[in-house]
C-alpha cells in the first residue's frame, strides 16, 4: 500500500484505529479522525513514534458535512490525494429489548444513533466521492454491523441504522457500475469485537440488572468475539487496486465459530443458573 492514501473516520479507538494502524504498517498514508481532541492528540502522537509523517488526524464529527469536508479538503493538501475511505465512525448506544424503551427515549437514542451511523456515513462517502470521480479511481469501504442483513436481538435501533448503511451503500455500488471510474464500495461487517463500542452500550437496566449483564459480556467474550486484528485484516484486500467487487457485503470473522460461540454461552448460562 506505499502509494495509498486512506481517510478512516472514527479511527482513535476500537474498529478505525486498528485498520489505521493496519493500513501504516502496509505503507499507506492515512488520515485519523474523531469527534475528540484528546483521543486525536493521543492517537496521533502514538502513531508519529513508529509512522512519522505518514499519519495526520483532525477533529470531526461525520454528522456535520461541513466538518467532514473540511476534513477531506486537509486530507487531499497534505497527501494529494485520497484513494481510500473508509467510514468506520459509529455508536451503539442500547442493549436490550426495544419494548422496555419509552417513546422519550426511542426518539433520542434513534436520531442521534442515525445521524451517525448512516447520515455520517453519507457525508464522508459524499465529500470524498467527487474527488475519486475526477481522480477517476476510490475504494470506499462502508461499516456495517449486527443486524443489518439478519434480526439480532437487543440491538434494534443500531441495527436499523447499520441497515441503511448497507441499503445506501449496495445501491450506491450500482450507480458505480455505470460509471467509466475504477470506483468501487464494499461492505464490512467485523463481527462482534472487544471495542469501546461493544463496552459502550448502555444497558436497559429496567430489562436486566448490571451484574448479570456484565457476567454474560464475559461469556460472550471469551467464546463469541473476534480477535480485532484477525478482523480487520480481512478489510486489507478491499481497499486495494485489485478490488473489483462492488457492492460486496463481507465479515470479518467466521459464521461457525459465531455459532458454536454463543452455544457455548448458553451452555455456561445453563449451568450457572442451574
Not at 479511527?11 to 474523531?34: D, H, N, P, Q, Y
Not at 495526520?56 to 473540511?70: E, H, L, R
Not at 422496555?100 to 455520517?120: D, H, P, R
Request: aromatic content about 8%; proline content about 3%.
Amino acid at each position: 500500500m506505499k502509494n495509498e492514501t486512506a481517510l478512516i473516520t472514527g479511527s482513535t479507538s476500537g474498529i478505525g484505529k486498528k485498520t489505521a494502524e493496519l493500513f501504516l504498517r502496509e505503507g499507506c498514508k492515512v488520515m485519523i479522525c474523531s469527534r475528540n481532541e484528546d483521543s486525536v492528540n493521543q492517537t496521533l502522537s502514538e502513531f508519529k513514534k513508529e509512522f512519522g509523517d505518514s499519519v495526520i488526524g483532525m477533529v470531526c464529527d461525520v454528522s456535520d458535512p461541513i466538518a467532514i469536508q473540511a476534513l477531506v479538503d486537509k486530507t487531499l493538501a497534505a497527501f494529494g490525494s485520497v484513494r481510500i475511505l473508509v467510514a468506520n465512525a459509529g455508536v451503539n448506544l442500547s442493549y436490550g429489548p426495544f419494548e422496555y424503551l419509552s417513546s422519550e427515549k426511542v426518539n433520542s437514542l434513534a436520531k442521534t444513533m442515525i445521524e451517525i451511523n448512516l447520515v455520517g456515513i453519507i457525508n464522508s462517502v459524499a465529500s470524498v466521492l467527487p474527488h475519486m470521480i475526477k481522480q477517476g479511481y476510490g475504494r470506499i469501504i462502508t461499516l456495517s454491523g449486527g443486524g443489518a442483513d439478519r434480526p439480532v436481538e437487543h440491538m434494534t435501533l443500531y441495527s436499523a441504522s447499520k441497515g441503511g448503511v448497507l441499503a445506501f451503500s449496495k445501491c450506491l455500488a450500482k450507480e458505480l457500475e455505470n460509471n467509466e471510474n475504477d470506483i468501487k464500495i464494499n461492505i464490512f461487517n467485523p463481527g462482534m469485537v472487544d471495542t469501546n463500542l461493544s463496552k459502550g452500550s448502555q444497558l436497559i437496566e429496567a430489562w436486566k440488572d448490571k451484574e448479570t449483564f456484565d457476567r454474560e459480556f464475559e461469556l460472550i467474550r471469551k467464546y463469541v468475539m473476534t480477535d480485532i486484528e484477525v478482523s480487520c485484516s480481512k478489510l486489507i484486500p478491499y481497499a486495494l487496486p485489485s478490488c473489483k467487487d462492488n457492492g460486496e457485503f463481507f465479515k470479518g470473522f467466521s459464521g461457525m465459530k459465531l455459532g458454536l460461540g454463543f452455544n457455548k454461552v448458553r451452555k455456561a448460562l445453563k449451568k450457572m443458573n442451574e
